[in-house]
């Protein structure tokens, strides 16, 4: 059974920095890209950061040059570091495999805020 455990996240003023985690249980971590995305009050939820199985990574437009995701394959581990953070990037975010289609489990997510 797949599992998606994320944290990290919180409540933080413009311009601040969070870094969240995401656990993987239950795949075959290695094989697969593994994405962030989030999902703000009355929007669809949106891929913002992906990275591959080898390392390469790519960003939605909108948090290009600040947010950085890097994975540990030995520790099943995804992050997302999050810097400049803007009232915009408020959000529940989530991690889960990029694939086609869309995962259908989901982890409970992490709520950012980004309030001054």
């Known amino acids: 059974q797949v599992q998606l455990v994320e944290s990290g996240g919180g409540l933080v003023q413009p311009g601040g920095s969070l870094r969240l985690s995401c656990v993987a249980s239950?795949?075959?971590?290695?094989?697969?890209?593994m994405g962030w995305y989030r999902q703000a009050p009355g929007k669809q939820r949106e891929l913002v950061a992906r990275?591959?199985?080898?390392?390469?990574?790519n960003y939605a437009d909108s948090v290009k040059g600040r947010f950085t995701i890097s994975r540990d394959n030995a520790k099943n581990t995804v992050y997302l570091q999050m810097n400049s953070l803007k009232p915009e990037d408020t959000a529940v975010y989530y991690c889960?495999?990029?694939?086609?289609?869309?995962?259908?489990?989901w982890g409970q997510g992490t709520q950012v805020t980004v309030s001054s």
């Open positions: 889960n495999r990029v694939t086609i289609p869309t995962p259908n489990q």
């Open positions: 239950g795949i075959s971590f290695t094989i697969y890209a």
């Open positions: 990275i591959a199985s080898g390392g390469s990574t």
